[in-house]
């Protein structure tokens, strides 16, 4: 099972090279999400339509319940009915399924998630090399696309146990992350490595505590000392960031200008429907300055308006709370879970959806928002 789930995750990102038409890729997606759920019947029988936290917290199922019956009706009445009918039955079954994985995945054991770092970043790489020409790296999706998903194929490969295939990975992936240029995966994907390390610094013995105490302040002085500071900072503005680049930059009419008054167009879309919505995935309709709202948080206010967005706050705090706790516990699976929890709320500020089933990272993010607290965990340690 942890194979199949492994590969399962990664089928929302081999799609987007298989169907040739928008149509057909919504079709393609909806195919790559679901097909597990027969496996998983198979399985489980009918125990899986409700995945184990729905019974250890059924408050969230009458949260998760208020969300859909405030975003069903509303589809009748949108621009595009078929469309957001459609995206809101993905988001149905996509709950059901990241809900009963559960029933599967070992808290104490995260070897599904070791698996599908290997596997997605294999499948990054070799399609970079049969395929990358040089600019920004977007084989198999689009860059941002690439870069959202490398954000949790890099934090996973955290806790790959063979050491020479965990830095394998790690290299390999954020030299590709580089490539994409995602400025918001790149610092996303920095923010979910920083809060493992954090969790990770605290199982370390006493004498691995004080060298890295010891060392990065040396580090840090050396890198002073010598001016160092200033030129890698330049290189992070200018090569990383493109800060000053004439259609990236912040301060020209494509670049970061322009995101917010697409931000500002979005928000006016919610002050026209404020409470429920112009419908499920179809703010981008009502969007003229750029192809979306690029921004989740907004996106969702203005689809589903208040009544919609609070269930899914209420959900993703919970969430976000309840692995917090695990982390300090010391359970690996759950220390992933709140750093990728992490990074991904960051890149949302600048990306298209909160809530979405198209993207591995973010089926992620929402199988680990629905990770029960009951179970087997075992506190292992971290392989360094």
Partial sequence: MPYLIAIWLQGTLIVNNVAPTDSSKRIFLAVALAWIFVILFLKKGRKIILGPVWYERPYLLFTLLAFFSVTFPVAFYSIDPGVSLGHWAVTVVGFVICASLWYFLDSGNPISLEIYAVLGISLIVVAGICGYSGGRFGILAGPNAVGLVLLSLITCSFVIHIKLLKYGCLLAGGFVLFLTNSRSSIIGTMIAALVFGLFHSRQLGGRQRLLIFVVVPIMIALLVYFDY????????????????????????????????????????VWLSHPFIGVGYRLHEHYVFLASSAHNGYLALLSETGIFGVIPVVVLIMDGGYRLFRRSLEGVRIAQIGFAIFCGYLFVCFFERFLVNFGNPTSILFVIFLLMPTRGRCEKRKISS
């Fill in 229 to 268: 500071v200033r030129v890698i900072a330049n290189y992070i503005v200018e090569e990383v960031m493109r800060m000053h680049d004439p259609t990236r930059g912040i301060g020209v009419y494509r670049g970061f200008i322009r995101r917010v008054m697409v931000w500002e167009e979005t928000v006016e």
